[in-house]
């Protein structure tokens, strides 16, 4: 895949050894998201299907296409750091380009597919499809 921001993700994978520092690394790349405030850890935004308490939070912002801001929260490590890196892939892009653009490439690439439970694996497709979702009624709307 030729984008930018997926080939610095599995670049960055690539670089650590092992799945002990990839765990870790993903647990620190959640513990830098910024947490959403208490109001926004409502029934409305919490990512349905997730084993875990998980919050995902969208904002269209103007432009043709417009493009979509997403912030996420949860209350478990593993669960954070997928949010951070799904954000980190998807926030702040045309809402064309999230349609189009295959996150769960990404995961398979640094293979988190095959390292997280199905509990877990399950809910970052959720998380994903509500991404996916988001991007299109953006596109409807514009």
């Not at 875990?52 to 969208?58: D, F, K, N, P, R």
């Not at 949860?74 to 669960?79: E, N, Y």
Request: net charge negative.
């Amino acid at each position: 895949m030729d984008d930018p921001r997926v080939t610095d993700i599995i670049d960055e994978f690539d670089f650590l050894d092992g799945w002990e520092e990839r765990y870790a690394h993903l647990i620190e790349l959640g513990k830098a998201l910024e947490p959403l405030e208490p109001a926004e850890r409502n029934e409305a935004n919490k990512v349905k299907g997730c084993v875990s308490q998980a919050w995902l939070v969208s904002e269209t912002l103007p432009g043709k296409p417009p493009c979509l801001r997403f912030r996420a929260d949860s209350d478990a490590h593993i669960v954070r750091g997928l949010a951070a890196l799904l954000i980190r892939l998807v926030s702040d892009r045309p809402a064309t380009e999230i349609v189009a653009l295959n996150a769960r490439f990404m995961f398979d690439a640094i293979g988190l597919a095959e390292n997280l439970s199905a509990q877990r694996a399950n809910g970052l497709n959720v998380m994903i499809a509500r991404i996916e979702a988001e991007a299109q009624v953006a596109l409807t709307k514009a």
